[in-house]
């Protein structure tokens, strides 16, 4: 599929309302890493970020994962850094993530 799909599919079920989705929280929280995930094995920063902050959060499946999260969040620093945007160099990562 394409990636920007993929992560708009991941956003839809990370940030809407979900009841017009008619699936529950826990439901939509475990759709969007799916979906996000997907998005990340194809090279969306942005998706690789919110997966990050979703195992930071303890929104995926086995709870609270900081080395995952920490992965994910230098994989998306590396990708989008790459093409000069926003994101921190690497090397910054843990100022910016203190729990990782």
């Given at each position: 599929?394409?990636?920007g799909?993929?992560?708009?599919?991941?956003?839809?079920?990370?940030?809407?309302?979900i009841?017009?989705?008619?699936?529950?929280?826990t439901?939509a929280?475990?759709?969007?890493?799916?979906?996000?995930?997907?998005?990340?094995?194809?090279g969306?920063?942005?998706?690789?970020f919110?997966?990050g902050v979703?195992?930071?959060?303890?929104?995926?499946?086995?709870?609270?994962?900081?080395?995952?999260?920490?992965?994910?969040?230098?994989?998306?620093?590396?990708?989008?850094?790459?093409?000069?945007?926003?994101?921190?160099?690497?090397?910054?990562?843990?100022?910016?993530?203190?729990?990782c």
């Amino acid at each position: 599929g394409h990636v920007g799909a993929l992560y708009n599919l991941g956003v839809l079920f990370d940030n809407e309302d979900i009841s017009i989705l008619g699936v529950s929280e826990t439901d939509a929280k475990s759709k969007a890493a799916s979906w996000y995930t997907l998005a990340s094995k194809k090279g969306d920063p942005r998706a690789m970020f919110n997966l990050g902050v979703m195992n930071i959060s303890g929104d995926v499946d086995g709870g609270v994962n900081s080395k995952k999260a920490k992965e994910l969040f230098r994989k998306a620093a590396i990708e989008e850094y790459s093409g000069e945007t926003s994101f921190p160099p690497t090397t910054d990562i843990e100022m910016t993530f203190p729990n990782c």
